[in-house]
Every structure is written in structure tokens, then in C-alpha cells.
């Protein structure tokens, strides 16, 4: 699932576009079944395990799982 909309103001954006926020996935990227993405930026060489919430940008490649989401182990190039 992934989340564009925040609620900063205390409720829906209503369609208001400018409230919106953008997410980025990048290549050999994998997400696990029923995780929750919110508007982030997930860098290259990513898994994120089922059911994790990825609340912060995801910088480094490795395994991330849990809520929110950590970095199990990293990935060897």
C-alpha cells in the first residue's frame, strides 16, 4: 500500500493534488505483501519484508522488515 497523503492538516486532501507527496522506488526493488509505503524514497537493491511500514527514506541497499522498518542486513555488491 502506498500512502501519498499525509493528513498534515488534520484531514483528507479532498483532490487537492498540492498536497500530495511523491514516493520513489528505485531498480531491483522488491515489496513484501501487505507493507505499507508512506512518501519515500527507496534507493536501489532494496527487500522489504511483508507487513513492514517504511516511515523513512531507505538510503542503503539490504533487507529492511518490521514498524517501521529496519535495516536487517546489508547487501553485498
Known amino acids: 500500500m502506498f500512502i501519498n497523503d499525509l493528513f498534515r492538516d488534520g484531514s483528507p486532501a479532498n483532490g487537492d493534488i498540492s498536497k500530495w507527496r ?5 531498480n531491483n526493488v522488491s ?13 536501489d ?10 516511515t523513512k527514506d531507505i538510503s542503503e541497499p539490504g533487507i ?4 517501521p522498518a529496519k535495516l536487517l542486513r546489508k547487501v553485498d555488491d
Open 45 to 54: 537493491d532494496v527487500v522489504i519484508g511483508a507487513g513492514a511500514v517504511v
Open 22 to 26: 511523491r514516493t520513489s522506488v528505485g
Open 64 to 67: 529492511y522488515a518490521g514498524n
Open 31 to 43: 515489496i513484501g505483501s501487505n507493507s505499507t509505503i508512506l512518501p519515500i524514497n527507496i534507493c
